[in-house]
């Protein structure tokens, strides 16, 4: 029977033709993977690179509306490698959701330089006041690839902003009265990306940083920030995941740093803010960043009683802590 791989394709995409026989999904993104897995009862792979087979088949899907250009390109190399790179029928099929001239010019940018391996790697750099300047390293589906995502910056500067403040002796106001008493904390940075908030909040105050939990679904995102984190010399645990963090974990964080997604009308929001309800300690602090705040400030309530909205660089912090 032969071995059949499909790449790019999500649980609405399948049919039981794609899925007759021996059919491996592969999948960046976990909560695809448990998709394909509930609906489908298919077997399903989340790496963020191909797995290596032998496949007798792949199938690829993808257009201009489904990943970008670097993405499918990176990932059409990859299937160059295992099934070679003529990139032809029976062994390899092109799924493109998209123009005809399109697909064919993808095709040709591997088959015309069989010998090439293009690198999508990127960097750039980012700082908070008070912090070293870090190099960052993202690869195609990482959110922000080749960019540095400002509202996740404004996020990393206020929360670095408030654990100085924390550690600085100040009469008692109404303000200081709202900020827990932080001597070392353990830091939860869900949907970290490449690692840029929870690795800057690190690195800018190191001495009073007990542990560094990084969590993202994206195979690619997790990659991504162990790669940073060893660079930087950070010690922290990176989780894949699309449901929090582990029942292990409730209860043992002072700080929850979050950049949900805006789409799905909150609900990827409410995945965050239920973790960090559960996973934060009474007096710890919830930290999310928004566009606006009107859309998540209700959100927020429903889980934290109080919510400061604190305003930066165009964007909107959302802090709120745990009752004790």
């Known amino acids: 029977m032969a071995k059949t791989l499909l790449v790019g394709y999500r649980a609405a995409d399948l049919t039981p033709a794609l899925l007759e026989g021996d059919v491996t999904c ?15 009862h298919a077997k399903a792979i989340c790496s963020a690179h191909l797995p290596e087979g032998p496949w007798d088949v792949i199938r690829f899907r993808t257009g201009p509306k489904l990943m970008s250009g670097e ?13 070679g790179h003529a990139l032809k029928p029976p062994r390899f099929v092109l799924d493109y959701v998209g123009r005809e001239r399109d697909r064919n010019d993808l095709l040709d940018k591997v088959r015309k330089d069989a010998a090439r391996e293009r690198s999508f790697k990127a960097e750039w750099s980012a700082s908070v006041p008070g912090g070293p300047k870090l190099l960052f390293t993202s690869y195609p589906g990482c959110f922000c690839h080749r960019r540095l995502d400002e509202g996740g910056l404004a996020l990393a500067e206020v929360v670095s902003r408030d654990l100085r403040a924390a550690q600085t002796p100040q009469q008692p106001n109404a303000q200081t009265a709202k900020r827990p008493n932080i001597q070392v904390l353990n830091l939860l940075d869900m949907g970290c990306g490449c690692g840029l908030v929870g690795l800057l909040v690190a690195t800018a105050n190191s001495s009073i940083i007990s542990s560094l939990v990084l969590v993202d679904s994206h195979a690619r995102a997790v990659e991504a920030a162990k790669e940073n984190a060893a660079k930087f010399g950070v010690s922290a645990e990176v ?32 995945v965050f803010l239920e973790t960090a309800q559960r996973a934060l300690k009474p007096g710890g ?36 802590v745990k009752p004790s």
Do not use: W
């Not at 592969?26 to 489908?40: G, M, Q």
């Not at 499918?72 to 490698?81: F, G, I």
């Not at 292990?248 to 929001?269: C, E, K, Q």
């Not at 919830?286 to 998540?296: R, S, T």
């Open 26 to 40: 592969h999948t960046l993104d976990v909560y695809h993977r448990h998709a394909i897995e509930k609906v489908h």
């Open 285 to 320: 602090v919830c930290y999310q960043v928004v566009k606006n705040a009107a859309g998540l400030e209700p959100v927020q309530r429903r889980y934290f009683p109080d919510v400061e909205v604190i305003r930066r660089r165009n964007y909107c912090v959302l802090k709120s």
């Open 71 to 83: 993405l499918a390109l990176d990932l059409l190399q990859e299937c160059a490698k295992l099934v």
């Open 239 to 270: 989780i894949l995941s699309d449901n929090g963090t582990p029942a292990r974990m409730d209860g043992t964080f002072d700080v929850f740093v979050g950049n949900p997604p805006y789409y799905s009308d909150y609900r990827i929001a409410e």
